[in-house]
């Protein structure tokens, strides 16, 4: 009998992509990933669509939450093209861009005052919390194993090429490449028999 450590380089590639052509997840089920990720909670609200994790979230119950939020770059695509499903976005003017930045910094201000003003008040942090917009970043630990991360990025990844597009906020596609990358400094063998494999 051969084990898969008795297989050389090849072999074990070989092996790994049968398996993920034939779609063979359960062995996929037994290499665990825990992340930890720092974004808005109009991020958290996408990933939390995936029933595919566990996650453990620092509470606003028992914290004060930091004063740190998401305003997008000059880069962000922000004016939607289209209807619901089949839409682009295309980059705005220099007013959209303007009025973007402006306001959504200006509006994380003055919440975050409120919500240090009922704070100082005696009010109960979770009560106190209601003020703050969704851009205010949280943070969490995200385990997941390696067939739910690859069915993850599937979906939360826009790659040229993939077999089924999709379409992704952009902000949560940030984070996704960034675990993509992590796995893929721990198993870039399986990583590469999925994109191969679509």
């Known amino acids: 009998d051969t084990t898969v450590d008795d297989m050389s380089q090849a072999g074990k590639e070989k092996f790994i992509d049968f398996l993920v052509a034939n779609r063979h997840g359960s062995p996929f089920e037994h290499v665990l990933f825990t992340f930890r990720i720092e974004a808005p909670i109009f ?3 996408e990933f939390q669509r995936h029933r595919v ?3 453990s ?7 004060q939450l930091k004063p740190v939020f998401y305003v997008p770059d000059g880069d962000r695509k922000l004016v939607q093209v289209g209807k ?12 959209q861009k303007r009025a973007v930045d402006f306001w959504m910094r200006t509006n994380s201000i003055d919440a975050y005052d409120q919500y240090q ?34 069915n993850f990025l599937s979906l939360r990844r826009n790659v040229e090429g993939q077999t089924v597009p999709s379409f992704p906020q952009r902000e949560i596609e940030m984070v996704a490449e960034l675990m993509e990358e992590h796995a893929n400094s721990i198993v870039p063998i399986t990583l590469n028999a999925f994109r191969r494999n679509g």
């Open 57 to 63: 979230e620092e509470s606003g119950r028992y914290t």
């Open 53 to 55: 994790a566990s996650y």
């Open 43 to 45: 991020v958290w609200r």
């Open 84 to 95: 619901p499903g089949e839409y682009t976005f295309t980059e705005g003017d220099a007013s």
């Open 117 to 150: 003003y009922l704070l100082e008040r005696g009010i109960a942090r979770e009560v106190a919390r209601m003020v703050l917009p969704l851009n205010i970043y949280s943070t969490a630990y995200v385990t997941m194993n390696l067939r739910s991360l690859t």
